[in-house]
């Protein structure tokens, strides 16, 4: 069993930057490919980025390439996103999740655990 917390979530203007984090309970952690998801008010969760157990394999959606960038520090259990220049689409909740096949998956099905999300609202 993985439990997962994000945190970093809020407010911010666009233009901005936040950087999220997913902190995660399982001392296999390393073994785990780990990804960025979010829901948007009246949307389907989307896929956003992944990454392997090991940080390479790193993958992103057409929407936040560029903008967003994944990483991970498997001696704190942690995995970020860094989102840089937010836009209003860019709200909703934001989840991260656990794969545990590398190299991860861009498909929210292969997941097998999930956090409880976190807000990120961006204002025009």
């Known amino acids: 069993q993985v439990q997962l917390v994000e945190s970093g979530g809020g407010l911010v203007q666009a233009g901005g930057s936040l950087r999220l984090s997913c902190a995660a309970s399982?001392?296999?952690?390393?073994?785990?490919?780990m990804g960025w998801f979010r829901q948007g008010p009246g949307k389907e969760r989307e896929f956003l980025a992944k990454i392997g157990p090991t940080g390479g394999n790193t993958g992103y959606a057409d929407s936040v390439r560029g903008r967003f960038t994944i990483s991970r520090d498997n001696a704190k259990n942690t995995v970020y996103l860094q989102m840089n220049n937010l836009k209003p689409e860019d709200t909703a909740v934001y989840y991260c999740a656990a794969d545990r096949y590398a190299p991860g998956s861009y498909f929210e099905t292969d997941y097998n655990y999930w956090g409880q999300g976190t807000q990120v609202t961006v204002s025009s």
């Open positions: 399982a001392r296999t952690f390393r073994t785990y490919a």
